[in-house]
C-alpha cells in the first residue's frame, strides 16, 4: 500500500518546483515595520471598556475590538504583563492606527499611558477615558468619529513588495498528538529555516513543551548565555508547577494529547520543538516582549496555553502565525492571522473548516520539503493579503493576557 | 497487509502505529522511508498510539526521537502497547516532589 501511494503522491508533485519566493506584499509603516493587515486598533484597557470598544468596532468597517478582562486590582508585575501586551498589540504592524479606551484612571496602566508608548512608533493612536469623556455613549461617538477619520488615512495605504527579511513569523502548536512531531511540525520547520535562510525572524514559544527537548534548543544558541536561559527559563516553569504539588500529567500533556498518543510532556516536547527546524537562536525573551531585528529563530517564554502564547508572539512583533495541530483547532487571533496546519488525516477531515494547510500526505511518502513548501507559499499568500479560514468567518478566539499573580 | 508504524531514530525503542492495530497483527517498521523489521503485536493499540520495538525494563528510559521520553513504570515486551500505563514522565511531577517532603 505505502509504495503505491507514495509513488501515486510522488506523481502529483512537480519535479522542480520554483525556489520559495523572496518577497511579499505589506503596508509599510513608519518605524520600518511591514503589516500583513491594515486594522484600526480598537483597544480595551481594561474590561469595563470593553463593550464601548465592541460598539465602536461594530459601527466601523475595517476595525477590530480587543478586549480582556484584565486591566483592574492586579499584582503589579501583572499589571506591567498587561501593559506592555497592550502596547505591544499597539506597535504589532498588523494595526495601521489604534484608539485606546479605558474607564477609570488605573494608575501603570491608563489608555494614555498605552497610546503615548505606542506613538512613540509613529503610529496614529488616541486615548480615551469614559469617565472624562463623558460616559459610555458620548465616548461611543467621539471615538466612532476619531474610528471614522483614522480609516479615511489608512484606507489609502497601498501594500508594497518588501523582502521577507521584513516577516516575523510566529511559531505555535496546539492540541499536539504522535502525529505532530512527524508531519505538521515538520514542515513548519522547513517554513522556519526558508524564512530565517532569506534573512527573515521566527518566534518559537511554549515554555512547558520544551520540558525535555531544553538540550535540543541550546546546542542551537549562538551565544551559550542564550542557552542557559533556555534551560533556567524551563526549570523556573517546571518549579512553578511543582510548586503546586500535583503531578503535571492531565494538564500536560493534556487529556486530548494522551488521546493522540502523547504519553509524556518530553514526548510532546521533542515533536513541539520540531517547528524550530535547524535555525540559530539568536535572542531568548520574556511573555509579550517586542523581539530584535536579528535574523534567526526568536524564543519567547510563554505558557502552554494556546490563546495566551500568541498573544505573547502578537505582541512581540509577528505578523503573522503559522498553528501546528495534531486535532485540528479552531484557534485565530484578532490581529495576527493565524494560519492553521494539520497531517493528522482524521484531524483534517473533522476540522476542515478551519484548517488551511492539510500536509497528511507526508504519511504517503511525501518529503518534508514538499510539503514544508507549500505551508510556506501559504505563510506568503496570507502575509499578502489572503484571509485565512478562520479570519473568513471571524473566528476571533485567541486574544488572552497571561498573569501570574492572584486577583487583588 | 501490516499496519505500517514510524521509526524517528535508530535508538528508539518505540514507533507510532500510523492506523489501529489489534493484537496480533503484523507491523511494519519504517524509518525515513525505509522498511525495517516486521514485529508482531501482541497487544491491541489505538490509531497513532506507540508500540514498544524493543524490550524495556522497569526504570528504563523509553527513547523517541534518540531521546528519553520518560521512564518505564513495569517491564515491556517487544509489541507491547506503550502509553501512559507503562511508561511515565519524569518532568513536573509535583506529586512526587510532595510525596518525598512527606
Not at chain 1, 463593550?51 to 475595517?62: F, G, K, Q, S, Y
Not at chain 1, 499584582?75 to 501593559?83: G, N, S
Not at chain 1, 510566529?170 to 534573512?199: E, Q, Y
Request: charged share 25%; glycine share 10%; proline share 5%.
Amino acid at each position: 500500500m505505502a509504495r503505491a501511494a507514495r509513488k501515486r503522491a510522488l506523481r502529483r508533485t512537480p519535479r522542480r518546483t520554483p525556489p520559495p519566493r523572496r518577497a511579499w506584499w505589506g503596508y509599510p509603516r513608519e518605524n520600518g515595520d511591514v503589516g500583513a493587515r491594515n486594522w484600526l486598533l480598537i483597544l480595551s484597557g481594561t474590561l469595563y471598556a470593553n463593550p464601548t470598544c465592541e460598539r465602536v468596532a461594530r459601527t466601523l468597517r475595517h476595525a477590530i475590538p480587543l478586549t480582556h478582562p484584565l486591566g483592574r486590582c492586579q499584582i503589579a508585575p501583572d499589571l506591567q504583563r498587561t501593559f506592555e501586551t497592550l502596547v505591544g498589540h499597539g506597535l504589532n504592524a498588523n494595526a495601521a492606527g489604534v484608539i485606546v479606551i479605558d474607564h477609570h484612571r488605573e494608575e501603570g496602566c491608563t489608555a494614555e499611558d498605552i497610546a503615548h508608548a505606542i506613538a512613540k512608533s509613529g503610529k496614529r493612536v488616541e486615548a480615551l477615558n469614559i469617565r472624562e469623556g463623558g460616559g459610555a455613549i458620548e465616548v461611543t461617538a467621539k471615538a466612532t468619529r476619531i474610528g471614522m477619520e483614522m480609516l479615511r488615512a489608512i484606507t489609502q495605504e497601498r501594500r508594497v513588495e518588501v523582502p521577507v527579511r521584513k516577516l516575523l513569523l510566529g511559531l505555535n502548536c496546539g492540541t499536539s498528538d504522535t502525529t505532530s512531531g512527524l508531519s505538521h511540525n515538520k514542515a513548519t520547520g522547513w517554513v522556519t529555516d526558508a524564512v530565517v535562510r532569506l534573512g527573515g525572524r521566527a518566534m518559537l514559544a511554549e515554555t512547558t513543551e520544551m520540558m525535555g527537548g531544553e538540550g535540543v534548543l541550546a546546542a542551537k544558541c549562538v551565544r551559550p548565555a542564550l542557552g542557559k536561559r533556555i534551560w533556567r527559563m524551563v526549570r523556573e516553569m517546571e518549579e512553578r508547577i511543582l510548586a503546586c504539588g500535583v503531578d503535571l500529567r492531565g494538564s500536560q500533556p493534556t487529556g486530548d494529547n494522551m488521546e493522540g498518543g502523547l504519553t509524556t510532556i518530553e514526548e510532546k516536547s521533542l515533536g513541539a520543538i520540531q517547528k524550530a527546524g535547524t535555525a540559530p537562536i539568536v535572542d531568548v525573551i520574556p511573555w509579550a516582549k517586542r523581539a530584535g531585528r536579528k535574523s534567526g529563530l526568536h524564543v519567547m517564554d510563554t505558557p502552554g496555553h494556546g490563546g495566551e502564547s500568541i498573544t505573547g508572539i502578537c505582541a512581540g512583533g509577528a505578523q503573522v502565525l503559522i498553528f501546528s495541530t495534531g486535532g485540528g483547532h479552531t484557534i485565530n487571533h484578532p490581529l495576527m492571522p493565524t494560519i492553521r496546519v494539520t497531517g493528522n488525516p482524521l484531524s483534517a477531515k473533522l476540522q476542515h473548516d478551519t484548517t488551511d494547510v492539510i500536509v497528511t500526505d507526508v504519511f504517503e511518502g511525501v518529503p518534508i520539503p514538499v510539503a514544508g513548501r507549500r505551508l510556506y507559499d501559504e505563510v506568503i499568500a496570507v502575509a499578502s493579503g489572503r484571509l485565512t479560514k478562520a479570519e473568513c468567518i471571524h473566528e476571533d478566539n485567541a486574544f488572552a493576557i497571561n498573569r501570574a499573580g492572584p486577583s487583588v | 497487509m501490516p499496519v505500517i508504524a514510524m521509526v524517528i531514530d535508530k535508538a528508539d525503542n518505540v514507533a507510532t502505529c500510523l492506523s489501529q492495530v489489534k493484537r496480533g497483527m503484523k507491523v511494519q517498521l519504517m524509518r525515513e522511508g525505509r522498511k525495517g523489521r516486521i514485529i508482531q503485536a501482541s497487544q491491541d493499540i489505538p490509531y497513532i498510539h506507540k508500540i514498544c520495538i524493543k524490550p524495556l525494563r522497569k526504570g528504563q528510559h523509553c527513547l523517541k526521537y534518540g531521546l528519553s521520553i520518560g521512564v518505564a513504570s513495569k517491564d515491556i515486551r517487544a509489541g507491547d502497547y506503550i502509553h501512559v500505563h507503562n511508561v511515565e514522565s519524569a518532568r513536573g511531577r509535583g506529586d512526587l516532589a510532595t510525596a518525598k517532603k512527606k
